[in-house]
């Protein structure tokens, strides 16, 4: 088992940063692929960011490229999104999330964080 405890969020302006932070705890997520997910009201939770658990490689949604960065450390059992340059459609919920086989899809990934609100303002 994983527990993921997601922290970082806030109320910031267009063009402001954020860095939000996923605490594991419980077993190691070293072989993992570690993700980020965002979900704004009345949408469907959507994939925004992810980390192999081996190659490091990253992936992100078209709408963050340049702006956000996932990053992790196993050893500390932490991974963190550094969020830049954000817009209001940004507003979201955002969830980490854990899974063997990391993809895109939610369904792919077998825990998750709490979430934390991240609400950009115009």
């Known amino acids: 088992q994983v527990q993921l405890v997601d922290s970082g969020g806030g109320l910031v302006q267009t063009g402001g940063s954020l860095r939000l932070s996923c605490a594991a705890s419980?077993?190691?997520?070293?072989?993992?692929?570690m993700a980020w997910f965002r979900q704004a009201p009345g949408k469907e939770r959507e994939f925004v960011e992810r980390i192999n658990w081996s190659s490091y490689s990253t992936y992100y949604t078209d709408s963050v490229k340049g702006r956000f960065t996932i990053s992790r450390d196993n050893a500390k059992k932490m991974v963190y999104l550094q969020m830049n340059s954000l817009k209001p459609e940004d507003t979201a919920v955002y969830y980490c999330a854990a899974g063997r086989n990391g993809a895109r899809l939610a369904s792919s990934y077998d825990y998750w964080g709490q979430g934390t609100q991240v609400t950009v303002s115009s």
């Open positions: 419980g077993r190691t997520i070293s072989t993992y692929d």
